[in-house]
Antibody
Framework: QLQESGPGLVKPSQALSLSCSVS??????????WSWIRQHPGKGLEWIGY???????YYNPSLESRVTISLDTSKSRFSLKLTSVTAADTAVYYC???????????????WGQGTLVTVSS | DIQMTQSPSSLSASVGDRVTITCRAS??????LNWYQQKPGKAPKLLIY???HLQSGVPSRFSGSGSGTDFTLTISSLQPEDFATYYC?????FGPGTIVDLK
């Protein structure tokens, strides 16, 4: 199970920081990529990035300059930091596990419930 | 960059109908195509992975097919709980979604 936590309101130009707690399994599982995905109000899904248990990260090129995903295996959680936010970053943020079913075949098989983050002064 | 499109963007159907949703990629994506169902206020749920593999616990009325750039999600007999939005997904890209609502 995954559970997001963090502020629901962030001021423009500040950093958005969220954490995702993982329970019911090891965060160090070799075939798992720990992911962040967001959904703007009434819109579709946007992959933000993921981190492998080794610490290797992969980011959406459109967000890469502002995104950092980190992993804390001792606390079984991973985190998202998105800097210099604007109103366009207002969205529901989901953490998810991406499981590598086959080489190069990755699917998001487990999701948190999502947390709405609003960027506003 | 790969672009993902879905058609139709929305459809109205009745319980018991056979429903087909198409996902098209702008370039060949191999077998890394997945499908999700999302209901209002809920997180997406994985239905199909690797084009045609049914995720554990998903009813067998859902099926996936396709290859190359064209893929299909089929619901063989629409049930009341299937009214939702469906997204295809490849690697780091999601399709725009298809809304299935009640006729």
């Amino acid at each position: 199970q995954l559970q997001e936590s963090g502020p629901g309101l962030v001021k423009p130009s500040q950093a958005l920081s969220l954490s995702c707690s993982v329970s019911g399994g090891s965060i160090s599982t070799g075939s798992s990529y720990w992911s962040w995905i967001r959904q703007h109000p009434g819109k579709g899904l946007e992959w933000i990035g993921y981190i492998y248990h080794s610490g290797t990260t992969y980011y959406n090129p459109s967000l890469e300059s502002r995104v950092t995903i980190s992993l804390d295996t001792s606390k079984s959680r991973f985190s998202l930091k998105l800097t210099s936010v604007t109103a366009a970053d207002t969205a529901v943020y989901y953490c998810a596990r991406a499981l590598e079913y086959y080489p190069l075949v990755v699917a998001f098989d487990s999701w948190g419930q999502g947390t709405l983050v609003t960027v506003s002064s | 960059d790969i672009q993902m499109t879905q058609s139709p963007s929305s459809l109205s159907a009745s319980v018991g109908d056979r429903v087909t949703i198409t996902c098209r990629a702008s370039q060949i994506v191999g077998n890394s195509l997945n499908w999700y169902q999302q209901k209002p206020g809920k997180a997406p749920k994985l239905l199909i992975y690797a084009v045609s593999h049914l995720q554990s616990g998903v009813p067998s009325r859902f099926s996936g097919s396709g290859s190359g750039t064209d893929f299909t999600l089929t619901i063989s007999s629409l049930q009341p709980e299937d009214f939702a939005t469906y997204y295809c997904h490849e690697s780091y890209l999601f399709g725009p979604g298809t809304i299935v609502d009640l006729k």
